[in-house]
């Protein structure tokens, strides 16, 4: 990637984003799925552990985004920093949707039933679905018009 192009590498940042919502968007159906039929995918052992490993994937994309995308991306485009403010403010009402689900898991795991699992996951899905649609919209076509997408595609690199 090094000899492409900054428009070439914003495009690529741009398309990486929507590759990582729609392996969240999968993530969180097949959590769904296994829930709402009791019955397991291999290879997972429960249908608990698709809900658990949707939401540390879904809690570390936010989280990165909000520790290192989102300042590279208002360093290089700064007239985006009221979209930013609003993402980052969706990633917080969603890890506290994250927790609330985090409970019910808890408590299906222990025996209760996976109702209450489902409609947090529903309840994040619908959720999570607006704002992905929001940031791929805004923050994806931002990336797709950056003239200069260098700097930004440095600081998004691990140790960058």
């Not at 039929?37 to 985004?65: K, N, S, W």
């Not at 300042?71 to 920093?81: F, K, Y």
């Amino acid at each position: 990637m090094s000899g492409a192009s900054s428009p070439d590498r914003a495009r690529a940042l741009s398309l990486e984003l929507r590759a990582v919502h729609d392996d969240l968007r999968e993530q969180l159906h097949t959590a769904l799925d296994a829930v709402q039929q009791g019955r397991v995918p291999e290879p997972a052992p429960r249908p608990l552990d698709h809900c658990i490993a949707f939401c540390v994937a879904l809690h570390e994309h936010h989280t990165g985004e909000d520790r290192s995308v989102f300042p590279a991306l208002r360093d290089a485009a700064p007239e985006l920093g009221d979209t930013i403010d609003a993402l980052v403010q969706d990633h917080s009402m969603i890890s506290w949707l994250l927790q609330r689900a985090a409970t019910a898991i808890e408590r299906a795991a222990a025996g209760t039933d996976l109702g209450a699992v489902a409609a947090e996951l529903e309840g994040i899905g619908a959720i999570l679905e607006s704002h992905f649609r929001y940031e791929e919209r805004t923050i994806s076509e931002a990336l797709d018009r950056l003239p200069d997408a260098g700097p930004l595609a440095q600081a998004l690199r691990p140790g960058g």
